[in-house]
């Protein structure tokens, strides 16, 4: 592999991240309230049009599609079906605002779109848009005046409010009727909360006159985003295309840093508010700005003009505050707690690298007590696969990278003695393919890690890195994963587990084995738009463990399996229809350690004596049991009556649990549900992980541990 090539490849989990395009996060404006990122730009509606751009973008994403996905897909008319069906989704999938007629007139472009993108206008997907953002502005209209009386909250309804199954309604009183409930519900989930009615008035109003807001504040560069993803994600899940400015962002998430003063903020009631400060920034080294601050202007440089910001998009004043290193921003704030009239005050701060180190790999020990000895295993929470490819383009040999945080981490922990090392994977959705090899470097000989097959078939292998054999800790290991845990982490798991280097805990991870290459569309035109044409993630090819088996679609089975309450029937690649097949290739040669089954089934009959004796344990079998009930309803009464019984009973349930659990474990029982509330929840995948990880450390010692002694597999 080339290194241009090694430098855009990457393994990533964009169809599962949280990025949300500004239809969905319009409909999860309504659910709940304040939003951290919203979607519009100015106060003011912009009409809804394509740009030159735009067309461009689309006719560069139609070639590398027909070139380089792996499905060699056409771009045709069975292709343009599919792309408007997902685009109609990806508008209103819950089936709340557009009415079967307004579905119904978008058929005349169902084979239409594919000549779209090629060389056609694109002014239908506006219009399409623009006529969800009327029937949206009609909804949320129409909730206002419900909310000029009090409801009726002793009538015996129900709310639907999983409508995804449902036909469209094909009246406005249909929907009227729909959208009164939908009001009820959120008025009653309020009126349970202990609100009065006035304050349920005022705070559903500035909700929905929020939602309103934004809607009008959603732009052509929105909307295109939007429309290529549907575009792209009808290929399969993890194709996706990035806007010049969701392309920054994403960049920032696999540095894990960026220049600017170092705040998390997020927009309430028109204003831009400082939710907390980043530890080692700008704003933290200088102290005056904190949390609960309104930023009400920024200017660039010592003497640049003061820009109002007060109503901006979130993403247009991070632009503003962002910039080169060592550069100066002047914030205009109101402080927080000031009294009105107080009067602002201006902020000079100098930009500068600032490091996301919450989102760095960390570790803790947990200690284990067993027949009167404590011991100490090592945790290393890894939450992502990330490398800053400019840091090290750029010679810095303190470039952010997972592999070398980890491998701090280690010699930390085997400092402080410890028996045993969990990797904990949980919830990370991937990231950089080197470094999933790498990482896994730190654990085997030299060796294959992965295998990759291109769309013409050809299959590469990559190898662990490093070139001496050499690993960075040899001791008692496990891999915890869940449901979540995808791409890269899946790769990172299948090697510990076909090498026999650990024991792999947890659930049946995502199931996401394909590739994907980034690409700059940028690079592709002569004259690029100053506003850039932003990034093509596309999948090129699929990745095999070393055994030839693919992880696509089945994601890796845990040795050791834990109780969940992710329902792997609603998650994962598994699930979703445009996912690539699960496949095999040959196996490659590599060099394993001596198989660890016999190991295993002694690790798992111990496990299962333990906890059927663990509260903790039962306690989450319990908890998933509620999940799974709830879980399997599609609609909530609207009764008061009703709905505060089922509440009482669910809060009483749970207190029931509760003390069982500390009866058990002689801790003294809780009196109220308000007790409850206040408890930090016991991580019990983490615990019984630690726990198997002893049994394993307590096993190596008793006997001779299984041996790292070579064999052939073909």
């Known amino acids: 592999m080339n290194a241009t090539m090694e430098r855009t490849l990457r393994v990533n989990l964009n169809g599962m991240r949280a990025r949300i395009t500004a239809a969905t996060l319009a409909l999860l404006a309504i659910a709940s309230a304040p939003i951290a990122a919203p979607v519009g730009a100015k106060a003011t509606q912009e009409h809804l049009a394509p740009v030159v751009r735009h067309e461009k973008i689309g006719q560069l994403v139609t070639e590398f599609v027909q070139k380089s996905h792996y499905r060699h897909a056409d771009v045709n008319d069975e292709l343009s079906s599919k792309v408007l069906d997902r685009y109609i989704e990806s508008l209103d999938n819950n089936r709340m605002y557009m009415l079967a007629s307004d579905v119904a007139a978008f058929e005349k472009y169902r084979y239409l779109i594919d000549d779209m993108v090629r060389s056609e206008p694109l002014q239908p997907v506006f219009d399409m848009f623009s006529l969800y953002r009327t029937r949206a502005r009609e909804r949320l209209t129409f909730a206002l005046t419900q909310l000029e009386s009090e409801p009726d909250f002793s009538v015996d309804e129900e709310y639907r409010f999983d409508r995804e199954d449902i036909e469209w309604a094909t009246s406005e009183e249909e929907l009227d009727e729909l959208w009164r409930k939908r009001v009820k519900n959120d008025a009653l989930s309020l009126k349970l909360a202990g609100s009065e009615w006035s304050e349920i008035q005022t705070k559903l109003d500035k909700r929905y006159s929020r939602f309103l807001k934004r809607m009008d504040q959603i732009n052509s560069d929105d909307v295109f985003e939007s429309f290529m993803n549907a575009f792209a994600h009808t290929l399969d899940p993890h194709s996706s295309y990035l806007s010049p400015r969701t392309e920054e962002e994403y960049r920032i998430q696999m540095s894990l840093s960026y220049f600017g003063i170092g705040a998390s903020l997020q927009t309430e009631d028109d204003f831009v508010i400082v939710v907390n400060i980043i530890p080692g920034g700008p704003a933290a080294i200088d102290g005056i700005l904190q949390p609960n601050d309104k930023i009400t202007a920024v200017a660039q440089g010592e003497d640049g003009e003061l820009i109002d910001v007060v109503g901006w998009r979130l993403d247009d004043v991070v632009q503003l ?394």
């Open 321 to 714: 505050i962002r910039g080169a290193a060592d550069t100066v921003v002047r914030l205009q704030l109101d402080p927080a707690g000031a009294l009105p009239g107080a009067g602002e005050k201006i902020l000079t701060l100098t930009r500068n690298q600032v490091k996301l180190e919450e989102k760095a790999a960390k570790s803790e020990i947990i200690t284990v007590p067993r027949d009167g000895r404590d011991w100490s295993i090592g945790v290393i929470d890894v939450p992502s696969f990330y490398r800053d490819y400019n840091a090290l383009s750029n010679g810095d040999k303190n470039y952010t990278s997972t592999t070398k945080d980890v491998k701090r981490l280690i010699g930390e922990l085997e400092d402080q003695g410890i028996d045993g090392l969990i990797i904990d994977l949980r919830n990370n959705g991937g990231g950089h393919l080197t470094e999933a090899t790498a990482l896994s470097g730190l654990f085997i000989d030299n060796g294959p890690v992965v295998q990759l097959r291109n769309s013409n078939g050809r299959i590469s292998r990559l190898d662990d890195p490093d070139p001496v054999p050499r690993v960075a800790y040899t001791g008692p290991m496990a891999v915890l994963v869940n449901r979540y845990s995808a791409s890269a982490s899946e790769i990172f798991a299948a090697a510990i587990q076909d090498y026999a280097r650990g024991v792999i805990i947890g659930q049946r991870t995502f199931g996401k084995g394909t590739v994907q290459n980034l690409y700059s569309l940028d690079q592709y035109v002569r004259r690029p738009d100053d506003e850039g044409l932003g990034q093509l993630t596309l999948t090129i090819g699929k990745y095999y463990r070393v055994t030839g088996e693919s992880t696509q679609h089945r994601g890796v089975n845990p040795d050791i399996s834990l109780p969940s309450p992710i329902d792997a029937t609603i998650v994962g690649e598994s699930v979703r229809d445009s996912a690539l097949p699960w496949d095999t290739i040959r196996t490659t040669e590599f060099r394993a350690g001596e198989p660890l089954d016999t190991t295993i089934d002694s690790l798992v009959a111990s496990h299962i004596s333990r906890v059927k004796e663990d509260p903790d344990f039962q306690f989450l079998l319990e908890g998933i049991r509620d999940v799974e009930e709830a879980r399997a309803r599609t609609s909530v009464s609207l009764n008061i009556d009703k709905r505060r019984t089922e509440r009482e009973d669910g809060q009483a349930r749970r207190l029931i649990r509760e003390n069982q659990r500390r009866e058990a474990l002689q801790l003294d029982v809780l009196e109220t549900v308000e007790e409850l509330e206040e408890l930090e929840a016991r991580d019990v995948h983490l615990d019984q992980a630690a726990a198997i990880v002893m049994d394993l450390a307590a096993l190596r010692e008793t006997k001779a541990a299984p041996t790292h002694t070579a064999r052939n597999t073909q």
